[in-house]
């Protein structure tokens, strides 16, 4: 198959482009190589992704001519739209980057699927959908009407906007709630990036809501063989869908929702702790409270995933840290 993956230079969309290449399908990339975070990180990512089956284009979603251009020329079977602009935090001092990026750049996708007749649309969605959402575990079938950031919020409108497209033009859309994500290559603004560099420097490292915190943190090869599997299993309707008491995961259209996570919820203090038995390092914690926007525990009901494609991210944290260290020490240079 021929798939398009936006955000190709990103954290998750680089490993994909690998993982996909590695399927013998031939990939095109989209990214604009942004400054929201080092453009050499994201130009040492592409850099590894050097392949006769890979065509890559610099552009921005939100540029309609250009996007609608190169679905016209490439004619994808398969999109995997994993650009956005990412970050809770950041949404509370740029927002309309946000509202840039992740509805105008998304509707620009969906309306170059429904005119290039795309078999399958998969899409990144977040766990931060879930909001206020204090039940755990988060269940893809649960109401999440409440968002706590513009970050949030973006993503909710990406579901509806597909379930629009799915409903209106039979497009199959998969949304994909991805749960904390970490490992090589990672995000300079995520927390174990930010904690690998203060601790190994000596500096301080802020610890939110006086590290009183869950998150279900999932390794990047977790996500990256997810998708992989999903990538020819378009969404189908469910046939036992009823608007007298609508599942909000499914729908009567080609339509569907998939939690991403490790099912497995860690301790802050215990992430913490990975990077400092690793590092050989102690942490200098700085206690803070809970950050406006952010919610003290994630944890990821997976079951759908697990029974759609037989497959439960599992890599645990302390593997995982030791995978993103040993990365960091390396493409750095430094010495612990």
Known sequence: MKILITGAAGFIGSNLVKKILTLNHCVIGIDNMNDYYSVSLKEARLNLL????????????????????????EQPDVVVNLAAQAGVRYSLENPRAYI?????????????????????????SSSSVYGANASLPFSVHDNIDHPLSLYAATKKANELM??????????????????TVYGPWG????????????????????????????????????????ISRLVDKPAQPNPEWTGMNPDPGT??????????????????????????????????????????????????DVADLYRDINFQPETNIKDGVEKFVDWYVDYYGVKL
Not at 102 to 124: D, M, P, Q, S, T
């Open 50 to 73: 050097k392949h006769p089956d890979f065509t890559f284009y610099k552009t921005d979603l939100e540029d309609e001519e250009v996007i609608t251009a190169i679905f016209k020329k």
């Open 162 to 179: 597909a379930h629009t497209y799915s409903s209106l033009y039979n497009i199959p859309t998969t949304g994909l709630r991805f749960f």
């Open 251 to 300: 729908s009567y259209a080609p339509y569907k929702i998939y939690n991403i996570g490790n099912n497995n919820p860690v301790n802050l203090m215990d992430f913490i702790e990975a990077i400092e038995e690793k590092t050989g390092k102690k942490a200098i914690k700085n206690f803070m409270p809970l950050q406006a926007g952010d919610v003290p525990a994630t944890y990821a």
């Open 187 to 226: 995000r300079p603004d995520m927390a174990l990036f930010m904690f690998t560099k203060n601790i190994i420097e000596g500096k301080p490292i802020d610890v939110f809501n006086n590290g009183e915190m869950m998150r279900d943190f999932t390794f990047v090869d977790d996500i990256v063989e997810s």
């Open 100 to 124: 840039d990026s992740n509805i105008v750049g998304f509707i620009n996708i969906l309306e170059a699927c429904r005119h290039n007749e795309v078999k399958h649309l998969i899409y990144a």
